[in-house]
């Protein structure tokens, strides 16, 4: 069924990069740090002996989402700063406890772990180690002095992903699904969810989601963050029941639903995909002219400034929480479906963002931080 947004003329001219990425902020929710005419807060070889490191969750450095923006995050560091660094790869569960104690007898100042799954771990090992300092990624649960949280309000940047699926949809069915049914997916969604729901009410639209219901918090998910060939079925599905923009929240298991979407247009079909964590479009690795955006978390950046404060000795355990507001979280450029989203569009997202940003639209989310 065809989306009721004709307002939307499908106008080819470009625009700026749609919702660009602020600058991002650290420091709490506070002012970003001073500048130090160094570049940094000390030099490059007085922080030789500083040792950062980083333990990924299951999905690996390379799984093109977040884990592999949060090393690289590290990897800049280590450039900028003239740290040294460390990492071990988790490829299952079981690795967390022991790739973590292994950063730990490394003599790592300071530890990222990736993920809302290795919080249990990450809390041990911090209160086991009172002198040495933890950040996590996507979890808030920790409440140490030596651990920094680094979280997102994902559902801020995924509410306006959903209302661009929703205008741009030509059958008026859109799908998301997701990897495991925890907080740090399941936000993705509402936020998806509560776009689509925007775009229905503003223009008396009928266009319907699957793969999720908000209300219930009962959806589609795999079960794990690997399974790409169940990512690509999960797809399949949703494409035979008249969806034609999907949005997998599922690390690497969304190079399925990319396979999924590459056979469907090779076919005659007009499908695209949402990516996530990243900017799909740079980071996927193939499909990247059916990606219509992404809903990104700008990991590296945190990375890189929460290892700068620990190696000026300004560290403290404040949790961090990306937004639209000060660019932590944000919706990539449309690259090359920027034809497919008509200028009007365009400047609607923006002032939905603005308006998210001003509070004046509510983006709500049972995952959403508090």
Known sequence: MKNSLRKFSRGTGLSAAVLGVSALVLSGCGAPPAEDSSGGGASAEA????LGCIVSDSGGFDDRSFNQSSY???KKAETDLGIKINQAESQAETDFGPNVDQMVQAGCNLTITVGFLL?????AAAEANADAHFAIIDDNSIDLPNVKPIIYDTAQAAFLAGYAAAATSETGKVATYGGINIPTVTIFMDGFAAGVDYFNEETSGDVQLLGWDKESQNGTFVGNFEDAAAGKTNTQNFI?????IIMPVAGPVGAGTLD???EANGAGKDVKAIWVDSDGYETAGKGEEFILTSVMKLMGDAVEDVVSTDVDGTFDSTPYVGTLENG???LAPFHDQEAN???DLQTKLDELKDQIVSGDITVDSAASPK
């Open 240 to 244: 035979n029941e008249g969806a034609d």
């Open 260 to 262: 999924a979407v590459i």
């Open 119 to 123: 919080a249990d771990t990450t809390k």
């Open 72 to 74: 690289e995050g590290l």
């Open 47 to 50: 922080n030789s002996d500083y």
């Open 328 to 330: 932590g979280v944000a």
């Open 341 to 343: 989203v008509p200028a």
